[in-house]
């Protein structure tokens, strides 16, 4: 059958107008999905990643701060630390709750969500352990400090009266005692002033050691010539007799300064290794942060195709 002109013509025009409307339906959903990618990446995956990153931010701004904590023995210098870690954390906690809005139970990044969330979690744990331990660490060594200062005060006065007593008596026997009990004095002053200075406790243990021997050598010399009829009244040995049972408490003792000192040495050490695991938790954190953001970036270039 020979088609007319006409009918060539209104069919191809028919033809032409049915593949333009196939074209725009194409175009059509081809900018409806274009427009749902737009969409998920400006609601969901940027966001996700900029969490990701504040989060990851925070972590290393407290682990920083810890550190420079532990380094400072200034109290005023350490609340404005804390306070800083303090910020980082809250921030590190308002990080966390917009990944958990962010990432949907069912997506493949969850179980690291689930991960970053725990270890999160312990971090802030680790790290507001070492700042509570570590102001207690403070308080340690301004005791440490104040006893040191007494016990100096202390080891002044002890040796100005201990040297008061030298040629008081008229028996040679007495003087020599009277002499060693001086020398002890002075020996004790100086070693316990070097176990003060160490920062090894092994050292400053074998000097406590030492001067709870010399505590009872002093106690057994002093009551050797305070005893002798010539000396039991005299005032320079009343004076001693007052000042020997003070001295020897802050010699050694649990209100002494070594006491304090070897108190700060151990909390320094507990401290230290809180430090160390906060740090290995920060660090963990944050490598599975980076697994997540890489997985959410896959996604996120999944989109784009």
Do not use: H
Request: glycine share 4%.
């Amino acid at each position: 059958m020979k088609l007319t002109v006409s009918l060539r013509i209104f069919g191809g025009f028919a033809i032409l107008l049915l593949l333009s409307i196939v074209i725009y339906l194409v175009a059509l959903m081809g900018i409806r999905s274009i427009g749902s990618g737009v969409e998920q990446m400006s609601e969901k995956s940027v966001p996700t990643l900029i969490a990701g990153a504040d989060l990851a931010q925070n972590i290393l701004i407290t682990e920083l701060s810890l550190i420079e904590l532990s380094t400072t023995e200034n109290e005023q210098e350490a609340t404005r630390l804390r306070d800083l870690i303090k910020q980082a954390n809250q921030s590190n906690n308002l990080a966390i709750q917009s990944l958990s809005q962010f990432i949907e139970p069912n997506s493949d990044s969850f179980a690291l969500l689930k991960e970053t969330k725990a270890l999160n979690t312990t971090f802030l744990e680790a790290s507001d352990q070492v700042i509570t331990d570590y102001f207690k660490l403070l308080t340690l060594l301004s005791i440490t400090q104040e006893r040191a200062r007494e016990f100096g005060d202390m080891g002044d006065e002890s040796l100005s009266l201990a040297y008061d007593l030298e040629g008081l008596s008229e028996d040679e026997s007495i003087n020599d005692s009277i002499t060693e009990f001086v020398t002890l004095i002075e020996s004790s002053v100086d070693e316990a002033n070097a176990a003060l200075a160490s920062n090894i406790t092994f050292e400053i243990l074998s000097i406590e050691s030492a001067l709870k021997d010399s505590k009872g050598e002093l106690k057994s010399l002093f009551n050797k010539f305070s005893q002798s009829p010539e000396l039991r009244d005299d005032e320079s040995v009343s004076s001693m007799a007052d000042n020997l049972e003070r001295f020897l408490a802050a010699l050694v003792g649990e209100q002494s300064a070594i006491k304090a000192r070897l108190d700060s040495l151990k909390r320094r050490k507990e401290v230290s290794e809180q430090l160390k695991q906060a740090q290995q938790l920060g660090d963990s954190t944050r490598e599975i942060l980076i697994q997540l953001n890489d997985k959410i970036k896959l996604a996120t270039n999944e989109i784009k195709k």
